[in-house]
C-alpha cells in the first residue's frame, strides 16, 4: 500500500516536471521564427563579425606600428651604429607588445561602437547571400542530375578493369560526380553580383567603426565575414551554436531566454521522456509480469537511447531505419533459434553450421556467376542442402550428449569456424571475386555487388518516407519466414516437438519418438541458420568468412532471449520485439555513444556486453522454475 | 542401566503447517529390547525417527511436542550428531558407505584411532597419524559381532548388499557407548538367508543390553525378532504389544484399520466376468523403486481393478510396464490381441489410456494450454483435431477450443478459461486435465494411477465419481492403482495386493483389514490360515 503511494507520488512529480518543461518548450519553440529570435541572432551575428573582423583590425594597428618601428630603428641604428638586425628585431618586438596593449581593452568594449548602420547592411547582405547560396545549389544540383549516369557508368568501368585485372575490389562507395565543369549560371552571377553590393555596403560600415580598415583590408576579411554572415542550411539552432562558439555569448541582454528557446525542442523531448518514466513508475508491477525484467531494461534503454539520440540531434529517422533494415538482416538468425528452443536442444549456439552452409551457397553463386534472384534462390537451395545435413550429424551428436546441450552447442559453434578456416584456404573455388590475387584461399570479405545478390531484398519495393527508407523486400522475407515457422509449429510434427522440448517424458508417454524430433528441430534450426547468413550478406553487402561466423550464434540467442523467450520456451513474436530491441540498442548506442565518448569503441563493448549478459541472465532462470 | 527405559518418547506431537503428522505419540523402549515400529507409509514411522535423531527438518519447521527422556533423563537432541554422541545410531534403509574405503575405514570414518606425530605437535590434531593396526582389531571384533566373517581390508566396492547391510551395522555397534540402534527397513534388499542371519544378529546384539528399533513391515519379522511392537496409524498411537500378548493376524488389523467412511459409495454389484480384456502373463518392469518381479493377472471388460500395496512395492510399474514408459518384459494381451511392450504409441493405440501418478513429471505439458494438453494425446495418437491440407496439417482451433469447453464443464474443472497454462491450476485440476487428455482419447481401458495423490478432498470426490460414471455408463473397463486402501474399496469390484514385485492375492473389497494387512506385508491371507500361525 505504502509501495503503492510512493510509485503514485513519485508519477505525480515527475509528470508536474513533464507539464512544466513541456509548457516552457511550447512557448519558446515558435519565438525562433518570431522577432524575439530573429533579434537573437542579430545581436549575436554582429557580436561574431566584431569578434572576428576585430582581431584583423588589431592586426592592422600591429602591423603599421611594426613597420614604423622598423623604420625608426634602422634610423635609431644608423646614428648609434649599433647592431641593426637586433636593434629592429628589438623595436618591432616592443611596438607590437604596446600595441596589443593598447587596443586590446578597447576592442572588447563593443556596447561603445555604434553599430546601427553595420546592423542594417548585414541584414541586407544575410538575404543576399542567402538568395545566392539557392541559386547555387540549384544550378549545382541540375548539374549532377546531368553527370550522374556517366560517372556511375565509369566507376562501374572501373571496378571492372580492377576485377578482370585481378585485384581487390573494395568497398563500393556512392558514385560522385567530378564538379571540376561546373560552371557558374548566370542567374549566379546576378545574384554573386548583389551579394558583392552588399558586401560593399558590410565593408563600409566596418570602416565607418574602424577607421584603421581600409577597402584592401576589408577584402581580405570576405571570407570570415561571409562565413559569419551566412552559411548554406542555417536555421535558428544551428546559427546559435555557431554564434555561441565563437564566443559571443556576452551580446546576449537574457542569456536564459536565449538558452531556453534554442534548448525549446529538447524541452519538448524531455517532457515526453519524464512522462514514459512516470508511466514506467505507474504501471512497473504489470510490465513486470508483462514483460519480464530483462525487457523492461533493454526497453527503456532503447527508449533512452531514442530521446538521447534527439538531444544530440542525430536524425533519429535515419537511425530508426538503419535499425529495421540490421532487425530484418539479423531476423532470420534468430528465427532459428525457435526450432532448437522448442524441440529441447536449448539455445542452438552451434548455429554456426547453417551459417557457413550458406557462406557456402553464397559462394558457389558467386562462383558460377548467377546473377540476380536466381542466384539468391541457387545460394539458398545449396546453403539449406548442406545446412540440412550437416544439422542431421550435429543432431546425431547432440542425440547422444542429452542434459549437456548449453556446453555442447558452444563448442560444436566454435570448433565448426575453426574447422571452416581450414576450408576456406583449400576449398576449390577459383572466380577471382573469391579468391586472394596472390597465394590460396578466399579473401576475407567478400564484396557482393549488383552482379550478384546484393540488396537483393533490400532494394525489392524500398520506398523512402523523408529520411525514413523501408526495407520492403527484406521485411517481406522476414514475415514470410516467420509465418511458415509458425505454421510449422502448429501442425501434428510441430505439436509433438514442442511437447519434446517441454517435457520429453511426457512425449515419450505418447509414443512420440523423442531423437526423431530433436533431429527435426535441430535440422530446421541449423537451416534456418543457412537462410539466415545469406539474408544478411544480401543486405551487409558483403559475405564475411573465416571467424565472422563465430559470434552470431550468440547475437543471436541474446536477440531472443531479450525479446521474452527463456532457454525452454519461446514464440515468433519473441524473435520480432527481441530482433528488433538488440539491433536498435546498437544501432542508436553507436552514434550517441561516440558523442558522449568520442572515438571510443564503447559500442563493440555495448555488444558484447548485452549479449553474453542476456544469455547469463536466462540460464540463471532455466536452472529454476522453467526446468522444475 | 537404572531406569526402566532407556528410551521414552513421551506425548510427541509434530505438525507441518496445517498438516498434523504426529499427535501425541509415545514410544517406549527398554534396555535389550527389540521394539519394533509398525505402520503403512505415511503412518508417521520416519516422523518420529526425525525427532529422535533431531533431524533440521524438525528444528526448521518449529519443533516438536512432548519430551524425549533416555534412560529417564529429560534430554534435547539438537542435530544427528548429538544423537550419535548421546549413544543413539542407525542403521540406514540406503547404505551411508564410501564405496572406494575399506571395511575398516568405512566402520572407523571420522572415528579414526590416531598416533600423534611431528607435524600434528605442531599443526593440530588433524595431522595426526592413523594406527591402522588398532582400528582393523576393532572393525574385526565389530565384524565378529555380527557374525561377518569377511576380511576387514576388502573394499565396500562390489561387496554383495547384504553384505553392506551388516558392515554399517558393525559401524553403529562399533561406536562407543551406544544405548540405541534404529533399524529403518534393513530386510527390504535381503534375501531370505541374509534376513534371518540379521535377525539373529539383532539379537545377539540385544543380548548385549543395546535396545533396537526395528522399522518394517514385514509381519512375520516382527513376530520373529521383536520383544514389544508399536503400532503407529494415521500419526496416532494405536497401540503397544508384548510380542506374546499378540498375533500376527491381529497385528495386519492394527496396522490398517478402518479410516472413515466410504468417500464414494457405489451399488454393490457383482463382479463383472465377461471376456478377458486385459491378459497379464509374468510382466516384469524395471521401473527404479517399484520393480515388478513377474507379475500375472487377468482383468474382464466392464470392470474396476484396485491395485494396492504399500509404497516401492511395485505396484505403479505394473500401468507404468503395460504402457512402456519404463522397460518391461513378459506377455501382454489386450482385447485378444498381443501388445508389443517398448513403445508407449503401441499401448495407446491398441485403446488404452493412462492418468500417470507423475502428474507434473509425465502427465502434463505445464507450460502449455489446458486445450493443447487435453488434446495433446488424440491429436499425435488418432490424428484428431488437425486440419488436413494436403501433406501438411494444421491444428484445429474450433474443434479443439469446443472439446476442451466440453471437459471443463464435464469435469469441473477450475479455470480462467482453456488458454490458462497447465502449471498454474491447482493440483485437483491439474489431475482433471489429465484425466481429460486420457478421456479426449475415447479410450476402452483406462489405467489411473495414484488419482488422488496430493489433491484435496472434494476434488478426490469428483475424480472418484468420475472414474465410477465412466466404468458404469460407458462400460470402460478401469484398473486404479493407489496407496489409499480406502479409496479402492470404495470403487473396486476386486483389489489386488502387491508386495515386492509380486502378486500377493486378489481379494474383494469387503475382505477384512487383517486379510489387507498380511496382504500388503507379503503373507497371503488364506495360506495364513492354512499355515496355522495364529495362535
Same mark, same amino acid.
Given at each position: 500500500?505504502?509501495?503503492?503511494?510512493?510509485?503514485?507520488?513519485?508519477?505525480?512529480?515527475? *509528470?508536474?516536471?513533464?507539464?512544466?518543461?513541456?509548457?516552457?518548450?511550447?512557448?519558446?519553440?515558435?519565438?525562433?521564427?518570431?522577432?524575439?529570435?530573429?533579434?537573437?541572432?542579430?545581436?549575436?551575428?554582429?557580436?561574431?563579425?566584431?569578434?572576428?573582423?576585430?582581431?584583423?583590425?588589431?592586426?592592422?594597428?600591429?602591423?603599421?606600428?611594426?613597420?614604423?618601428?622598423?623604420?625608426?630603428?634602422?634610423?635609431?641604428?644608423?646614428?648609434?651604429?649599433?647592431?641593426?638586425?637586433?636593434?629592429?628585431?628589438?623595436?618591432?618586438?616592443?611596438?607590437?607588445?604596446?600595441?596589443?596593449?593598447?587596443?586590446?581593452?578597447?576592442?572588447?568594449?563593443?556596447?561603445?561602437?555604434?553599430?546601427?548602420?553595420?546592423?542594417?547592411?548585414?541584414?541586407?547582405?544575410?538575404?543576399?547571400?542567402?538568395?545566392?547560396?539557392?541559386?547555387?545549389?540549384?544550378?549545382?544540383?541540375?548539374?549532377?542530375?546531368?553527370?550522374?549516369?556517366?560517372?556511375?557508368?565509369?566507376?562501374?568501368?572501373?571496378?571492372?578493369?580492377?576485377?578482370?585485372?585481378?585485384?581487390?575490389?573494395?568497398?563500393?562507395?556512392?558514385?560522385?560526380?567530378?564538379?571540376?565543369?561546373?560552371?557558374?549560371?548566370?542567374?549566379?552571377?546576378?545574384?554573386?553580383?548583389?551579394?558583392?553590393?552588399?558586401?560593399?555596403?558590410?565593408?563600409?560600415?566596418?570602416?565607418?567603426?574602424?577607421? *584603421?580598415?581600409?577597402?584592401?583590408?576589408?577584402?581580405?576579411?570576405?571570407?570570415?565575414?561571409?562565413?559569419?554572415?551566412?552559411?548554406?542550411?542555417?536555421?535558428?539552432?544551428?546559427?546559435?551554436?555557431?554564434?555561441?562558439?565563437?564566443?559571443?555569448?556576452?551580446?546576449?541582454?537574457?542569456?536564459?531566454?536565449?538558452?531556453?528557446?534554442?534548448?525549446?525542442?529538447?524541452?519538448?523531448?524531455?517532457?515526453?521522456?519524464?512522462?514514459?518514466?512516470?508511466?514506467?513508475?505507474?504501471?512497473?508491477?504489470?510490465?513486470?509480469?508483462?514483460?519480464?525484467?530483462?525487457?523492461? /531494461? /533493454?526497453?527503456?534503454?532503447?527508449?533512452?537511447?531514442?530521446?538521447?539520440?534527439?538531444?544530440?540531434?542525430?536524425?533519429?529517422?535515419?537511425?530508426?531505419?538503419?535499425?529495421?533494415?540490421?532487425?530484418?538482416?539479423?531476423?532470420?538468425?534468430?528465427?532459428?533459434?525457435?526450432?532448437?528452443?522448442?524441440?529441447? /536442444?536449448?539455445?542452438?549456439?552451434?548455429?554456426?553450421?547453417?551459417?557457413?552452409?550458406?557462406?557456402?551457397?553464397?559462394?558457389?553463386?558467386?562462383?558460377?556467376?548467377?546473377?540476380?534472384?536466381?542466384?539468391?534462390?541457387?545460394?539458398?537451395?545449396?546453403?539449406?542442402?548442406?545446412?540440412?545435413?550437416?544439422?542431421?550429424?550435429?543432431?546425431?551428436?547432440?542425440?547422444?550428449?542429452?542434459?549437456?546441450?548449453?556446453?555442447?552447442?558452444?563448442?560444436?559453434?566454435?570448433?565448426?569456424?575453426?574447422?571452416?578456416?581450414?576450408?576456406?584456404?583449400?576449398?576449390?573455388?577459383?572466380?577471382?571475386?573469391?579468391?586472394?590475387?596472390?597465394?590460396?584461399?578466399?579473401?576475407?570479405?567478400?564484396?557482393?555487388?549488383?552482379?550478384?545478390?546484393?540488396?537483393?531484398?533490400?532494394?525489392?519495393?524500398?520506398?523512402?518516407?523523408?529520411?525514413?527508407?523501408?526495407?520492403?523486400?527484406?521485411?517481406?522475407?522476414?514475415?514470410?519466414?516467420?509465418?511458415?515457422?509458425?505454421?510449422?509449429?502448429?501442425?501434428?510434427?510441430?505439436?509433438?516437438?514442442?511437447?519434446?522440448?517441454?517435457?520429453?517424458?511426457?512425449?515419450?508417454?505418447?509414443?512420440?519418438?523423442?531423437?526423431?524430433?530433436?533431429?527435426?528441430?535441430?535440422?530446421?534450426?541449423?537451416?534456418?541458420?543457412?537462410?539466415?547468413?545469406?539474408?544478411?550478406?544480401?543486405?551487409?553487402?558483403?559475405?564475411?568468412?573465416?571467424?565472422?561466423?563465430?559470434?552470431?550464434?550468440?547475437?543471436?540467442?541474446?536477440?531472443?532471449?531479450?525479446?521474452?523467450?527463456?532457454?525452454?520456451?519461446?514464440?515468433?513474436?519473441?524473435?520480432?520485439?527481441?530482433?528488433?530491441?538488440?539491433?536498435?540498442?546498437?544501432?542508436?548506442?553507436?552514434?550517441?555513444?561516440?558523442?558522449?565518448?568520442?572515438?571510443?569503441?564503447?559500442?563493440?563493448?555495448?555488444?558484447?556486453?548485452?549479449?553474453?549478459?542476456?544469455?547469463?541472465?536466462?540460464?540463471?532462470?532455466?536452472?529454476?522454475?522453467?526446468?522444475? | 542401566?537404572?531406569?526402566?527405559?532407556?528410551?521414552?518418547?513421551?506425548?510427541?506431537?509434530?505438525?507441518?503447517?496445517?498438516?498434523?503428522?504426529?499427535?501425541?505419540?509415545?514410544?517406549?523402549?527398554?534396555?535389550?529390547?527389540?521394539?519394533?515400529?509398525?505402520?503403512?507409509?505415511?503412518?508417521?514411522?520416519?516422523?518420529?525417527?526425525?525427532?529422535?535423531?533431531?533431524?533440521?527438518?524438525?528444528?526448521?519447521?518449529?519443533?516438536?511436542?512432548?519430551?524425549?527422556?533416555?534412560?529417564?533423563?529429560?534430554?534435547?537432541?539438537?542435530?544427528?550428531?548429538?544423537?550419535?554422541?548421546?549413544?543413539?545410531?542407525?542403521?540406514?534403509?540406503?547404505?551411508?558407505?564410501?564405496?572406494?574405503?575399506?571395511?575398516?575405514?568405512?566402520?572407523?570414518?571420522?572415528?579414526?584411532?590416531?598416533?600423534?606425530?611431528?607435524?600434528?605437535?605442531?599443526?593440530?590434531?588433524?595431522?595426526?597419524?592413523?594406527?591402522?593396526?588398532?582400528?582393523?582389531?576393532?572393525?574385526?571384533?565389530?565384524?565378529?559381532?555380527?557374525?561377518?566373517?569377511?576380511?576387514?581390508?576388502?573394499?565396500?566396492?562390489?561387496?554383495?548388499?547384504?553384505?553392506?547391510?551388516?558392515?554399517?551395522?558393525?559401524?553403529?555397534?562399533?561406536?562407543?557407548?551406544?544405548?540405541?540402534?534404529?533399524?529403518?527397513?534393513?530386510?527390504?534388499?535381503?534375501?531370505?538367508?541374509?534376513?534371518?542371519?540379521?535377525?539373529?544378529?539383532?539379537?545377539?546384539?540385544?543380548?548385549?543390553?543395546?535396545?533396537?528399533?526395528?522399522?518394517?513391515?514385514?509381519?512375520?519379522?516382527?513376530?520373529?525378532?521383536?520383544?514389544?511392537?508399536?503400532?503407529?496409524?494415521?500419526?496416532?498411537?494405536?497401540?503397544?504389544?508384548?510380542?506374546?500378548?499378540?498375533?500376527?493376524?491381529?497385528?495386519?488389523?492394527?496396522?490398517?484399520?478402518?479410516?472413515?467412511?466410504?468417500?464414494?459409495?457405489?451399488?454393490?454389484?457383482?463382479?463383472?466376468?465377461?471376456?478377458?480384456?486385459?491378459?497379464?502373463?509374468?510382466?516384469?518392469?524395471?521401473?527404479?523403486?517399484?520393480?515388478?518381479?513377474?507379475?500375472?493377472?487377468?482383468?474382464?471388460?466392464?470392470?474396476?481393478?484396485?491395485?494396492?500395496?504399500?509404497?516401492?512395492?511395485?505396484?505403479?510399474?505394473?500401468?507404468?510396464?503395460?504402457?512402456?514408459?519404463?522397460?518391461?518384459?513378459?506377455?501382454?494381451?489386450?482385447?485378444?490381441?498381443?501388445?508389443?511392450?517398448?513403445?508407449?504409441?503401441?499401448?495407446?493405440?491398441?485403446?488404452?489410456?493412462?492418468?500417470?501418478?507423475?502428474?507434473?513429471?509425465?502427465?502434463?505439458?505445464?507450460?502449455?494450454?489446458?486445450?493443447?494438453?487435453?488434446?495433446?494425446?488424440?491429436?499425435?495418437?488418432?490424428?484428431?483435431?488437425?486440419?488436413?491440407?494436403?501433406?501438411?496439417?494444421?491444428?484445429?482451433?474450433?474443434?479443439?477450443?469446443?472439446?476442451?469447453?466440453?471437459?471443463?464443464?464435464?469435469?469441473?474443472?477450475?479455470?480462467?478459461?482453456?488458454?490458462?497454462?497447465?502449471?498454474?491450476?491447482?493440483?485437483?485440476?491439474?489431475?482433471?486435465?489429465?484425466?481429460?487428455?486420457?478421456?479426449?482419447?475415447?479410450?476402452?481401458?483406462?489405467?489411473?494411477?495414484?488419482?488422488?495423490?496430493?489433491?484435496?478432498?472434494?476434488?478426490?470426490?469428483?475424480?472418484?465419481?468420475?472414474?465410477?460414471?465412466?466404468?458404469?455408463?460407458?462400460?470402460?473397463?478401469?484398473?486404479? &492403482?493407489?496407496?489409499?486402501?480406502?479409496?479402492?474399496?470404495?470403487?473396486?469390484?476386486?483389489?489386488?495386493? &502387491?508386495?515386492?514385485?509380486?502378486?500377493?492375492?486378489?481379494?474383494?473389497?469387503?475382505?477384512?483389514?487383517?486379510?489387507?494387512?498380511?496382504?500388503?506385508?507379503?503373507?497371503?491371507?488364506?495360506?495364513?490360515?492354512?499355515?496355522?500361525?495364529?495362535?
Amino acid at each position: 500500500m505504502t509501495k503503492n503511494k510512493l510509485q503514485r507520488a513519485v508519477a505525480i512529480v515527475l *509528470v508536474a516536471a513533464a507539464l512544466v518543461l513541456a509548457v516552457l518548450g511550447a512557448v519558446n519553440l515558435p519565438k525562433r521564427t518570431t522577432q524575439t529570435g530573429q533579434e537573437i541572432i542579430d545581436a549575436l551575428r554582429i557580436r561574431t563579425l566584431l569578434n572576428a573582423t576585430g582581431d584583423g583590425v588589431v592586426e592592422s594597428y600591429v602591423k603599421i606600428a611594426q613597420d614604423e618601428a622598423r623604420a625608426k630603428a634602422r634610423e635609431d641604428a644608423k646614428a648609434t651604429g649599433a647592431n641593426v638586425m637586433a636593434t629592429i628585431r628589438d623595436y618591432v618586438a616592443k611596438a607590437e607588445e604596446e600595441t596589443r596593449a593598447k587596443y586590446a581593452s578597447s576592442q572588447t568594449d563593443y556596447d561603445a561602437l555604434d553599430t546601427t548602420a553595420l546592423k542594417a547592411a548585414i541584414s541586407t547582405y544575410a538575404a543576399q547571400l542567402a538568395d545566392y547560396q539557392a541559386v547555387a545549389q540549384q544550378a549545382e544540383q541540375a548539374y549532377i542530375d546531368a553527370h550522374i549516369a556517366e560517372a556511375e557508368a565509369a566507376a562501374a568501368a572501373a571496378r571492372q578493369a580492377k576485377i578482370d585485372a585481378g585485384q581487390e575490389v573494395g568497398e563500393e562507395k556512392p558514385v560522385t560526380v567530378d564538379m571540376s565543369g561546373f560552371v557558374a549560371t548566370e542567374e549566379m552571377k546576378a545574384a554573386q553580383l548583389k551579394a558583392d553590393e552588399g558586401f560593399a555596403a558590410v565593408g563600409e560600415a566596418l570602416c565607418g567603426i574602424y577607421p *584603421v580598415l581600409d577597402a584592401a583590408a576589408v577584402n581580405t576579411l570576405k571570407g570570415t565575414i561571409t562565413d559569419v554572415v551566412y552559411q548554406r542550411g542555417d536555421e535558428f539552432t544551428v546559427q546559435y551554436d555557431r554564434y555561441m562558439a565563437a564566443g559571443s555569448e556576452k551580446a546576449l541582454e537574457n542569456g536564459t531566454a536565449a538558452f531556453l528557446i534554442r534548448y525549446a525542442d529538447d524541452l519538448l523531448y524531455g517532457a515526453l521522456a519524464l512522462l514514459v518514466a512516470a508511466a514506467t513508475v505507474l504501471y512497473y508491477e504489470l510490465l513486470c509480469k508483462k514483460l519480464g525484467i530483462p525487457r523492461i /531494461i /533493454i526497453g527503456l534503454f532503447f527508449i533512452l537511447l531514442c530521446f538521447m539520440t534527439l538531444w544530440f540531434d542525430l536524425g533519429l529517422s535515419t537511425l530508426l531505419s538503419n535499425s529495421l533494415v540490421r532487425m530484418g538482416m539479423n531476423s532470420i538468425m534468430v528465427l532459428a533459434m525457435v526450432p532448437g528452443i522448442q524441440c529441447g /536442444i536449448s539455445l542452438n549456439l552451434g548455429l554456426p553450421i547453417g551459417l557457413v552452409a550458406g557462406l557456402i551457397g553464397g559462394l558457389v553463386t558467386i562462383q558460377l556467376g548467377v546473377p540476380g534472384w536466381p542466384g539468391f534462390l541457387l545460394a539458398i537451395v545449396v546453403g539449406c542442402v548442406i545446412a540440412a545435413v550437416a544439422g542431421w550429424l550435429y543432431a546425431q551428436l547432440l542425440n547422444r550428449l542429452k542434459g549437456d546441450e548449453m556446453s555442447v552447442t558452444t563448442y560444436v559453434g566454435f570448433s565448426i569456424v575453426s574447422l571452416m578456416c581450414i576450408a576456406w584456404l583449400v576449398l576449390p573455388f577459383t572466380s577471382l571475386k573469391l579468391r586472394w590475387p596472390m597465394g590460396t584461399g578466399l579473401r576475407n570479405t567478400i564484396g557482393l555487388d549488383n552482379t550478384n545478390f546484393k540488396h537483393i531484398l533490400d532494394d525489392f519495393l524500398a520506398f523512402k518516407v523523408g529520411s525514413f527508407t523501408v526495407p520492403t523486400g527484406l521485411l517481406l522475407f522476414m514475415l514470410l519466414m516467420c509465418f511458415l515457422v509458425w505454421l510449422f509449429t502448429r501442425s501434428k510434427t510441430g505439436v509433438a516437438m514442442s511437447a519434446v522440448g517441454n517435457n520429453p517424458r511426457f512425449a515419450e508417454a505418447t509414443g512420440i519418438n523423442v531423437d526423431k524430433m530433436r533431429v527435426i528441430g535441430t535440422v530446421l534450426s541449423t537451416v534456418l541458420g543457412a537462410i539466415g547468413i545469406l539474408v544478411y550478406s544480401q543486405s551487409y553487402g558483403f559475405m564475411q568468412l573465416y571467424t565472422a561466423p563465430r559470434q552470431m550464434g550468440f547475437i543471436a540467442a541474446s536477440a531472443i532471449l531479450i525479446g521474452g523467450a527463456s532457454t525452454s520456451r519461446c514464440k515468433i513474436s519473441h524473435v520480432l520485439i527481441g530482433t528488433f530491441l538488440f539491433q536498435g540498442v546498437l544501432t542508436l548506442g553507436m552514434p550517441v555513444a561516440n558523442e558522449l565518448v568520442p572515438g571510443s569503441t564503447i559500442s563493440e563493448t555495448l555488444r558484447i556486453l548485452i549479449s553474453n549478459g542476456i544469455i547469463l541472465y536466462a540460464l540463471t532462470k532455466s536452472g529454476g522454475e522453467a526446468r522444475a | 542401566m537404572s531406569a526402566e527405559y532407556v528410551l521414552q518418547m513421551n506425548h510427541i506431537s509434530k505438525r507441518y503447517g496445517e498438516n498434523t503428522v504426529l499427535n501425541d505419540v509415545t514410544l517406549q523402549v527398554r534396555p535389550g529390547e527389540i521394539h519394533a515400529l509398525l505402520g503403512e507409509n505415511g503412518a508417521g514411522k520416519s516422523t518420529l525417527m526425525n525427532v529422535l535423531f533431531g533431524m533440521p527438518v524438525i528444528h526448521a519447521t518449529g519443533g516438536f511436542d512432548g519430551e524425549v527422556l533416555l534412560d529417564g533423563e529429560k534430554t534435547s537432541i539438537t542435530s544427528p550428531h548429538d544423537a550419535m554422541l548421546k549413544g543413539i545410531g542407525m542403521v540406514h534403509q540406503e547404505f551411508m558407505l564410501l564405496p572406494g574405503f575399506t571395511v575398516t575405514e568405512n566402520i572407523k570414518l571420522n572415528r579414526e584411532v590416531t598416533n600423534r606425530n611431528f607435524v600434528s605437535r605442531l599443526m593440530g590434531k588433524n595431522l595426526e597419524t592413523l594406527d591402522m593396526k588398532a582400528m582393523s582389531s576393532a572393525a574385526r571384533k565389530a565384524l565378529d559381532s555380527v557374525g561377518m566373517s569377511i576380511d576387514e581390508y576388502t573394499r565396500v566396492e562390489g561387496m554383495p548388499v547384504g553384505y553392506m547391510q551388516f558392515v554399517e551395522i558393525a559401524r553403529e555397534i562399533d561406536k562407543t557407548g551406544i544405548k540405541l540402534l534404529v533399524f529403518d527397513e534393513p530386510t527390504a534388499v535381503l534375501t531370505e538367508s541374509e534376513a534371518t542371519q540379521l535377525v539373529s544378529v539383532m539379537k545377539e546384539i540385544a543380548k548385549s543390553g543395546i535396545a533396537i528399533i526395528f522399522i518394517t513391515h514385514r509381519l512375520d519379522e516382527v513376530m520373529a525378532a521383536a520383544d514389544a511392537i508399536t503400532i503407529l496409524r494415521d500419526g496416532r498411537l494405536v497401540t503397544c504389544r508384548a510380542k506374546q500378548d499378540t498375533s500376527i493376524v491381529e497385528l495386519a488389523e492394527l496396522m490398517i484399520g478402518r479410516k472413515g467412511e466410504a468417500m464414494v459409495s457405489t451399488e454393490p454389484r457383482e463382479v463383472p466376468q465377461g471376456n478377458v480384456a486385459l491378459k497379464v502373463c509374468d510382466l516384469w518392469v524395471n521401473m527404479p523403486g517399484e520393480e515388478v518381479k513377474g507379475v500375472s493377472f487377468d482383468v474382464h471388460e466392464g470392470e474396476i481393478l484396485g491395485i494396492g500395496g504399500l509404497a516401492g512395492q511395485g505396484k505403479l510399474g505394473i500401468p507404468n510396464g503395460v504402457m512402456s514408459l519404463y522397460d518391461a518384459m513378459g506377455d501382454v494381451e489386450i482385447f485378444g490381441e498381443k501388445l508389443k511392450l517398448g513403445n508407449a504409441s503401441n499401448a495407446l493405440n491398441a485403446g488404452i489410456a493412462m492418468v500417470s501418478e507423475d502428474r507434473k513429471g509425465v502427465g502434463l505439458l505445464l507450460d502449455q494450454s489446458i486445450e493443447d494438453n487435453i488434446v495433446f494425446t488424440a491429436m499425435q495418437i488418432h490424428g484428431e483435431y488437425l486440419r488436413k491440407i494436403g501433406p501438411f496439417t494444421q491444428k484445429n482451433d474450433k474443434e479443439i477450443r469446443d472439446v476442451a469447453n466440453k471437459m471443463i464443464a464435464d469435469l469441473d474443472i477450475r479455470c480462467f478459461g482453456p488458454t490458462q497454462h497447465a502449471g498454474t491450476l491447482s493440483g485437483g485440476n491439474q489431475q482433471k486435465v489429465c484425466i481429460a487428455r486420457a478421456l479426449a482419447m475415447k479410450p476402452r481401458f483406462l489405467f489411473v494411477s495414484e488419482p488422488t495423490r496430493g489433491i484435496d478432498i472434494g476434488a478426490k470426490k469428483l475424480v472418484l465419481e468420475t472414474l465410477v460414471r465412466l466404468n458404469r455408463e460407458q462400460g470402460m473397463t478401469i484398473v486404479m &492403482v493407489s496407496s489409499e486402501l480406502q479409496e479402492l474399496r470404495s470403487i473396486s469390484d476386486r483389489i489386488m495386493i &502387491v508386495s515386492e514385485g509380486q502378486l500377493v492375492d486378489i481379494l474383494p473389497p469387503g475382505a477384512s483389514d487383517a486379510d489387507f494387512g498380511l496382504a500388503m506385508s507379503g503373507i497371503k491371507p488364506g495360506e495364513h490360515k492354512k499355515g496355522g500361525d495364529a495362535p
